[in-house]
């Protein structure tokens, strides 16, 4: 069987300047029902491989080279309208900040309900009982009380479950989760994993899961790509790379990374090094784009 | 009874704020009772951990031990002196001798001012005298060159903003120091920086800390003792070793069990 999602030597570059890359020919494939985590510093491109997906880039930023594969359609070669219409029937996005990805001015119901309306074409009632319904499945105790509030009146935590039943509404076949829980607190974050995962085996969904968290990584991902400066540093399975990650970078990162359980062993600054090294392999990594293009 | 040693002395420290969701249109708003008679004693040199999750009262106590906020009830003794009720202009010798470092770096550090003025500042205003020196080796205690002092703050990466709001506190040879969430902000890498940093400088300066967090891989790496907050009490308060070792409260238990270790065979999860 052929992978949902195939992202192929994908480059993304600053518009108008094809020589500045932001992505360098990133390659993963994502079958039904798996999650990928893709993790890597701030400014490493993580969250730009979830836009570029989804078709979301900033307009500052083109695809310049490769393909993306969503069940079984070539994204690249299809027409504006028809990729945007595949993308919004197939694919959703829980994003970092609930606060302000909820329009602070307008109840939780419309929120949750507009898509299914206007671009699945739902009756309204049909939209509620689907809307209340998810509610209930995000472990929401009052879904009628919540569907008439305003974002500002929940919590957190409450807000991110909103986001994620609005996420799952269309049963989407593909989600992309951008840090969903980096705004919460330990207590908080815990139960939205563990949400995100039991709605994700549940329905089956393919996720890209973005994060920094080499821990959040280990509770929700098969299998994880390492990025450094747009660059796939480092792909393999979870169990695998938390038993002994191969790249110098990813052993720096995994050693960076809290461990209340083993302080020696954490926080530990990445070395200098280290750092010499990986951005040698990007330097390296462009001058042979730059000759292959 | 304050003991000989101790830099800060709190008892039965209560702090109320007004609850503005539940304010009437007209009239004041309901008090909302976020600490519930608090008692800490903070040794001079020492660095305390204080951990809890969003609510505990956790932001609120430091801010209160700084008298950014005007307690509600109990008492608050710095260096032997009670400052639980004093007013601005009895408290402002004070404040220089107390620190603090924010969350985010962007928000607390002044976008159109360069970092050289920024750390200038608060040694202008305390009648300081030779600032550039002190500048200079605010910037030489937490690593960074002096060349910096030229440069905006959009102009650094987040960990070395973090430094500058250390470098800013630092200059005014503070005793104590207030981090507030210093380093979740920061990528792993960053924080082990920034975190470097701060132990160093507890050592070198003799400074005394209390470092405000939800993560307790970082109080565990960083602190002498540490203060469990739940809905304002104190759920636990213990030596660190103690407390990792042997977590006595059931909060201190659950907020350990939520923290994703890298390992993907963690218990309970």
């Known amino acids: 069987m052929s992978a949902f999602l195939t992202v192929d030597n994908l480059s993304a570059s600053i518009r108008g300047n094809i020589r500045q890359r932001v992505l360098r020919s990133v390659s993963f494939s994502i079958d039904t029902g798996e999650v990928l985590g893709l993790v890597g510093e701030s400014g490493a491109g993580k969250s730009m491989i979830g836009k570029a997906i989804l078709g979301i880039l900033p307009s500052a930023v083109e695809v310049v080279e490769g393909e993306i594969q969503l069940d079984g359609h070539n994204l690249m070669a299809m027409k504006q309208a028809d990729r945007r219409r595949l993308i919004g029937a197939t694919a959703a996005l829980i994003p970092q900040d609930p606060l302000t990805a909820l329009n602070p001015s307008r109840r939780i119901e419309p929120q949750i309900t507009n898509r299914l309306v206007d671009i699945l074409g739902w009756s309204k009632r049909d939209a509620r009982l689907r809307a209340l319904e998810l509610l209930d499945e995000v472990h929401i105790d009052n879904p009628e009380r919540v569907m008439g509030s305003y974002p500002h009146e929940l919590s957190g935590g409450m807000r991110q479950r909103v986001l994620i039943a609005s996420a799952f509404a269309a049963n989407p076949k593909l989600v992309v989760a951008d840090e969903p829980t980096t705004a919460l607190d330990v207590t908080v974050q815990k139960q939205i994993l563990r949400l995100i995962r039991e709605l994700q085996t549940r329905h089956e969904t393919a996720m890209v899961f973005v994060t920094h968290d080499l821990g959040v990584v280990s509770k929700v991902c098969q299998r994880l790509s390492v990025l450094y400066g747009g660059m796939v540093v480092e792909s393999s399975d979870v169990p695998a790379f938390f038993g002994g990650p191969g790249h110098a970078y990813s052993r720096a990162l995994l050693a960076a990374t809290p461990k209340y359980t083993d302080p020696e062993a954490s926080l530990l600054p990445v070395d200098e090094a280290v750092i010499a090294q990986v951005s040698g392999e990007v330097l390296a990594a462009d001058e042979g784009w730059r000759h292959g293009a | ?269």
């Not at chain 2, 003794?77 to 404040?95: M, V």
């Not at chain 2, 603090?100 to 550090?109: H, K, R």
């Not at chain 2, 565990?220 to 003792?225: A, I, W």
Request: net charge negative.
């Open chain 2, 1 to 269: 009874m304050a003991l000989e040693d101790s830099l800060f002395s709190v008892s039965g420290l209560e702090v109320a704020l007004p609850d503005m969701a539940a304010k009437p249109v007209f009239g004041r708003a309901p008090l909302i009772q976020i600490l519930k008679g608090i008692n800490l004693e903070i040794t001079r040199g020492s660095v305390l951990g204080i951990v809890g999750g969003s609510g505990s009262g956790k932001s609120t106590l430091g801010r209160a031990l700084l008298r950014l906020l005007e307690p509600t009830g109990g008492t608050i003794r710095f260096d032997g002196q009670d400052i639980t009720h004093l007013n601005e202009d009895a408290l402002r010798p004070i404040r220089r001798r107390m620190q603090m470092i924010f969350q985010d770096p962007m928000s607390s550090l002044n976008p159109r001012r360069r970092v050289g003025a920024i750390i200038a500042d608060p040694l202008l205003m305390h009648e300081f005298d030779a600032i550039d020196a002190r500048v200079d080796d605010a910037l030489d205690h937490v690593g960074l060159p002096r060349g910096f002092k030229s440069r905006y703050p959009h102009e650094l990466s987040g960990g070395q903003r973090q430094r500058v709001g250390i470098a800013r506190a630092i200059a005014l040879k503070p005793e104590f120091i207030l981090a507030d969430e210093i380093v979740s902000g920061l990528d792993v890498s960053s924080q082990a920086q920034v975190l470097n940093v701060l132990d160093n400088l507890v050592k070198e300066l003799g400074l005394t800390l209390a470092f405000i967090s939800h993560d307790l891989s970082v109080i565990r790496r960083l602190c002498d003792r540490v203060m469990v907050l739940n809905r304002g009490e104190i759920a636990e308060f213990a030596n660190t070793d103690r407390l990792f070792a042997a977590p006595q409260s059931a909060y201190t238990r659950e907020l350990m069990d939520a923290i994703p270790l890298p390992d993907p065979n963690q218990a309970n999860w």
